[in-house]
């Protein structure tokens, strides 16, 4: 179980405890309901800003369909995690130049005994694993 997980329990127990006091303090139902569920989801954004980050490494042979993911090191921010992708894809003025990709990570292409690989390095919030089908 995750931090993440280890929450959800307080936040459902946290708002049936305001539900309740909204109700007896003379607030109806209709108006406490809305303010339980503001409470609920400003709960989950917080608990999701607390998660642990995981820099994730692709790796894809030329010409193949699938390839493999291995995660590489867990940070505590997401800053921390983008700092390790940028110096684990620092190879210097003779080494490939990385690229871009759409979840924001960074890729290139690279030979390994004499094998074509494209190599992929991405953060990752510590609830989301690659590898799930």
Known sequence: MNRRDSHKGSYRMDALAM???????????RRALPLVAFSLL?????????CAWVLWQH???????????QW????ESRAKCLS????????GPSGPKPWETMRGGLAWDQE?????????LVCLPDTFDPRRK
């Not at 400003?42 to 607390?50: D, M």
């Open 19 to 29: 539900l309740a006091v909204l109700i007896l303090n003379g607030c109806g139902l």
């Open 42 to 50: 400003t709960s989950a954004a917080t608990a999701t800003a607390e």
């Open 59 to 69: 790796s894809l042979q030329k010409g193949q369909k699938m390839g493999s993911w």
């Open 72 to 75: 590489q090191v867990v940070e």
């Open 84 to 91: 390790q992708m940028r110096s684990l894809s620092d190879f």
């Open 112 to 120: 390994i005994a004499g094998r074509e690989f494209t190599l992929s």
